[in-house]
């Protein structure tokens, strides 16, 4: 019957907390791309592209979003990214075969573009077949944004031209 029943109470002695001086956010000071980029961020759960988007918005980042591995592959045929994010398992096109697909182009920019893994799939035999696809790189799921944001200025800049310092001194 209604209001009829069992109250239940639990009570526990704990010491006091001290203060907590944690931050509470991230430390976007040792988390910061040296120049403005632009990426393609292929996922084919909008909670997803929308978390990596959240994620990227304080920063210097144009993104554009592909929800399966043929838009990103119809996607860097079109317009030339910095690095791409590639979920691996999503409908119409997975990941790997997407990304096979962009190493297969002829236009070497666009087959030459970063391509870093974002997938739960962390075993070493799953990571290795993102390396046999062609990828770059492998953020296990859920994404850190620390590694997030260390992976695009690793791949970002691994376009720039390269300054032999030897040279330039003599």
Not at 133 to 151: F, S, T, V
Request: proline share 5%; glycine share 6%; aromatic share 4%.
């Amino acid at each position: 019957m209604v209001g009829e029943g069992s109250t239940f109470w639990l009570e526990v002695d704990l010491p006091l907390a001290g203060d907590w001086t944690a931050a509470v956010e991230p430390d976007h000071a040792s988390a910061t791309l040296e120049r403005p980029i632009r990426v393609l961020v292929v996922e084919d759960n909008a909670v997803n592209r929308e978390l990596i988007t959240t994620l990227l918005g304080p920063f210097e980042i144009e993104i554009d979003t592909a929800c399966d591995g043929a838009e990103a592959v119809e996607a860097v045929s079109r317009q030339r990214y910095d690095v791409v994010l590639m979920d691996v398992q999503m409908p119409i096109m997975d990941g790997l075969t997407a990304t096979r697909r962009i190493r297969a182009m002829g236009d070497s920019a666009a087959a030459r573009t970063p391509i870093v893994a974002m997938t739960a799939n962390v075993l070493p035999e799953q990571v290795a077949r993102c390396r046999e696809a062609g990828m770059d790189d492998h953020l296990g799921k859920p994404i850190n944004p620390m590694r997030l944001l260390q992976a695009l200025d690793r791949w970002a800049a691994a376009d720039r031209t390269v300054v032999d310092v030897d040279a330039l001194a003599s």
